[in-house]
């Protein structure tokens, strides 16, 4: 029996968590669920799953939570302790958001064992994250498809031979969409992704390719390879999740229907696998699949990510900042569709980088990089 607590117990991958829980009683106990403003889902999940701990983002959400059976806490610090929950053996970290960060690093100082969906924490901090797992002896094994796509294809073979990491993006749902028309592109239209289902802000990040940028970080930091040796290609089908070319001119490649719950539920059970009941991959049926270079006039924000990440120090932080703050404006119809890669281009060029040492660091930088964006959203609306 794995006992595990899980940060972001209403979104998208929390629930899909949950749902591999519920298949599977007899292997994973719940004992801990930090979650955000869903109140209701959450109400439903600690009834059903019965967890020890609890938090909730607001003080007022708590309350609302009184007479539960639980210990009910709220804000960071609540966060941080079911994170640390001391029954918890493993942390499902699926906060969305550079909110993920302090909670995920407190659960690697305690010892637990990250299944890791927050690419916000290896993006904002990978190389300090990566060097306090190793220093506490600490397992991160990766919910994101693709980046569980590539774990699975190194398993077992030597990192020295790998020649480069290819990770698949679906191109979203501006894939074929005329660029001129992108200006006029509601949040309706990014909201509408082919293959998966996520959260808004996660659903933006496909649309304008910057969860592929973010995701290239995270995997530099994860499997320590450098940018260069990673690369991204459009594959609309989203059936090949990610690919390894070694250097013998191998390529190992995992393939799956787009479905969170396969990564999810190779991550809490590793290194077993599941029997989870879903469809089966029927190629005969899919007929073809296609892949394609990414169109960087069509989807700046990837080189963004990319400078960004040759940059280093804080500059990641500054980036995935910027983009938070950019993606909310736009969901909230502030500005246009083609202004987040212009804001986040403002904001990255007028970062003073600096080393990312300390937790502290990158915690400054995000904060300085979320006021110039608003600052710069604020001079728009002016």
Known sequence: MKRISILGSTGSIGVSTLDIVSRFPDKFQVVGLAAGGNIDLLKQQIERFRPKYVSVSEESAAF?????????????????IVATAPEAEMVVSAIVGAAGLVPTVAAIKA???????????????????????WESGVNILPVDSEHSAIFQSI???????IKR???????????????????????GDALNHPNWQMGKKITVDSASLMNKGLEVIEARWLFDIPPDRIDV????????????????????AQMGIPDMRIPISYALSYPERLPVSLPSLNLLEIEKLTFMKPDHERFPCLNLAYTALKAGGTMTAAL??????????????????PDIPGLIEDVISS????????VDDILRADLWARGKTKELIKRRDS
């Open 64 to 80: 609302s939570l009184k007479g539960m059976d639980c210990r009910v806490f709220h804000g960071i610090e609540g966060a941080i």
């Open 111 to 133: 010892g637990k064992e990250i299944a890791l969906a927050n690419k916000e924490t290896l993006v904002m901090a990978g190389e300090l994250v990566m060097k306090e797992a």
């Open 155 to 161: 398993t077992g073979h030597n990192r020295s031979e």
């Open 165 to 187: 990491l290819i990770l698949t993006a679906s191109g979203g749902p501006f894939l074929n969409y005329p660029i001129e028309k992108l200006r006029g592109a509601t949040p």
């Open 233 to 252: 290609h459009i594959h609309p089908q989203s059936i090949i999740h990610s690919m390894v070319e070694y250097i013998d001119g191998s390529v190992m």
């Open 320 to 337: 995935n900042a910027a983009n938070e703050i950019a993606v909310d404006a736009f969901l909230n119809g502030r500005i246009g569709f």
């Open 351 to 358: 970062h003073t980088n600096g080393p990312a040492s300390h």
